[in-house]
């Protein structure tokens, strides 16, 4: 079993910063890969920016150059930085992470989420 957990979030100013963290904990043999997405009141589960174990590194186009994910696998950790925030990024975000586990298997998981409020 795979556990995620995030932190972070909060209520912040417009150009404001926030910096969330993820945790994946259990039986992990590895992490394939591991992202943040988000949802808005009435609006779907969107991708906000994942990362690959190799490195590779994906961003939304409205995120692209505000947001900054960073790894460390050493931890199973995952970082999203958030600088520029605006209004239209609250919502609550929530982290997933893909993993192998300990007897093979592919296993996905996702976080209970955290809130992100940007208002003034």
């Known amino acids: 079993q795979v556990q995620v957990v995030e932190s972070g979030g909060g209520l912040v100013q417009p150009g404001g910063s926030l910096r969330l963290s993820c945790v994946a904990s259990?039986?992990?043999?590895?992490?394939?890969?591991m992202g943040w997405h988000r949802q808005a009141p009435g609006k779907q589960r969107e991708l906000v920016a994942s990362?690959?174990?190799?490195?590779?590194?994906n961003y939304a186009d409205s995120v692209k150059g505000r947001f900054t994910i960073s790894g460390d696998n050493a931890k199973n950790t995952v970082y999203l930085q958030m600088n520029s925030l605006k209004p239209e990024d609250t919502a609550v975000y929530y982290c997933?992470?893909?993993?192998?586990?300990?007897?093979?298997?592919?296993?996905?998981?996702w976080g209970q989420g955290t809130q992100v409020t940007v208002s003034s």
């Open positions: 990362i690959s174990s190799s490195g590779g590194i």
């Open positions: 997933n992470s893909a993993v192998r586990t300990n007897l093979g298997y592919l296993h996905e998981s």
């Open positions: 259990g039986s992990i043999s590895s992490i394939i890969s």
